[in-house]
């Protein structure tokens, strides 16, 4: 006989040993009982085992998995995702005396169950390439959701929305990507890309945070390789000359690039401008152009304690 102790109305009742109510209780997994293990008593039978129903060797290899409880369920989609899908089948016995399929799908998910489903697919397959964490593909799937939901970018490739709504999911979550980063993953143009972006912003009604030249300087130097104490000047250099205005109108990335090349080229560590485009998506020129505007003025841009390899005034002159 089980006794059950009085708690909290809404807690669920704790089968116990009325002679020792607190025995903590023996499961025999093989009988389904619950035993006390002061006198042997059964107080609880049939007990359902909620443990896998396999075993598991260890001279078996882990190539399939054992489960049978289908796909997590995606919140994401009309129904969360529980459907069932029947494969193909080989034998004859799934074919009817004419050569058709005996057993065939209906209607298992809709057409924009379907299209969100190949949307976030290939916004994995963009966020695994450029090494993005879960929670930025979460992001870029729900935004994803609102604008298709709203139908307010009719006309538009799925694919450019979705490559939209990952640059959008960088800057909100404070990882930005820059446009070329998002496009060398994606089979879209930089151009589609833009023009996606601000029409999103436009139909969810919401804003990104402005891009400085601080939120790529971390990663740019760690792409090159730079110490950091490269990486400390290249972002002192660069919001140095922010705040005098030597670069009005220039791109937060430009600056960056020619505030990385002038403290490589102040360190023993020296990169070329060609090195440095490679890994900001700028070009030769577009380094050049910032760094003459920064250079007349360099001796006030470097950090006090910097610990110069070559002197200012002998920094390439471009």
Aim: charged share 25%; with cysteine; hydrophobic share 40%.
């Amino acid at each position: 006989m089980a006794s059950t102790s009085r708690g909290d109305a809404l807690a669920l009742p704790r089968v116990t040993c009325p002679n020792h109510p607190d025995a903590i209780l023996v499961e025999d997994y093989r009988a389904g009982d619950m035993i006390c293990p002061e006198c042997g008593l059964v107080v609880g039978d049939r007990v359902i085992d909620v443990g896998s129903e396999w075993r598991t060797f260890s001279n078996e290899k882990a190539l399939k998995d054992p489960s049978r409880v289908g796909d997590a369920q995606n919140p994401l989609l009309n129904g969360g995702d529980l459907t069932t899908m029947i494969s193909k089948g080989t034998g004859a016995a799934s074919f009817d005396e004419f050569g058709n399929s005996k057993y065939q799908n209906r209607r298992t998910m809709s057409s924009s169950d379907r299209a969100m489903l190949n949307a976030f697919k290939e916004i994995s397959t963009m966020a695994d390439r450029i090494n993005l964490p879960r929670n930025i593909i979460d992001r870029t799937n729900n935004l994803f959701k609102q604008v298709y939901e709203q139908k307010s970018l009719k006309g538009r490739a799925n694919d450019a929305i979705a490559s939209a709504c990952l640059y959008i999911a960088c800057r909100q979550e404070g990882v930005p990507r820059t446009f070329k980063e998002i496009c060398a993953v994606s089979r879209i143009s930089k151009k589609e890309i833009g023009r996606c972006f601000k029409l999103i912003l436009k139909a969810l009604e919401t804003s990104v945070d402005l891009i400085t030249t601080g939120d790529f300087m971390s990663r740019f130097c760690s792409n090159l390789g730079l110490p950091k104490q490269v990486q400390m000047a290249a972002t002192f250099i660069a919001r140095k000359a922010v705040e005098l205005d030597l670069v009005p109108g220039r791109s937060p990335i430009s600056v960056a690039a020619a505030a990385i090349y002038m403290a490589s080229q102040a360190s023993a560590e020296k990169k070329t401008q060609k090195e440095i485009g490679d890994i900001a998506g700028v070009a030769d020129v577009t380094i050049r152009q910032s760094y003459r505007l920064i250079y007349p003025r360099a001796a006030e841009l470097f950090p006090p304690d910097f610990k110069f390899d070559t002197p200012v005034d002998k920094l390439p002159q471009l």
